[in-house]
């Protein structure tokens, strides 16, 4: 069965920065556009970032600079680095993959203090 396994949030501090892995099984995860949303209280839930099986990626804009998406294809794990963190980035950090229907991780929590 397809399962996305989130890790690396927590605590940090403005100006900080966090490394977010997903641990992706159960189909061929090369194959596959991966993505990371967020989730902040009382917000929609939004994409991050994404890429794509070749490696091309996209951001919000509000992260484009600080943030990066990449993938380990022979570790089947996508990873997302965070720079210069900022309160508005406190959110849960969701994996996303869409295949015959939309798969999500647990989450993992991002909390920036001011």
């Known amino acids: 069965q397809v399962q996305l396994v989130e890790s690396g949030g927590g605590l940090v501090q403005a100006g900080g920065s966090l490394r977010l892995s997903c641990a992706a099984s159960g189909f061929t995860f090369s194959s596959y556009y991966m993505a990371w949303y967020r989730q902040a209280p009382g917000k929609q839930r939004e994409l991050v970032a994404g890429?794509?099986?070749?490696?091309?990626?996209n951001y919000a804009d509000s992260v484009k600079g600080r943030f990066t998406i990449s993938r380990d294809n022979a570790k089947n794990t996508v990873y997302l680095q965070m720079n210069s963190l900022t309160p508005e980035d406190t959110a849960v950090y969701y994996c996303y993959v869409q295949l015959l229907r939309t798969y999500w991780g647990q989450g993992t929590q991002v909390t920036v203090s001011s």
């Open positions: 890429i794509s099986s070749g490696g091309s990626t």
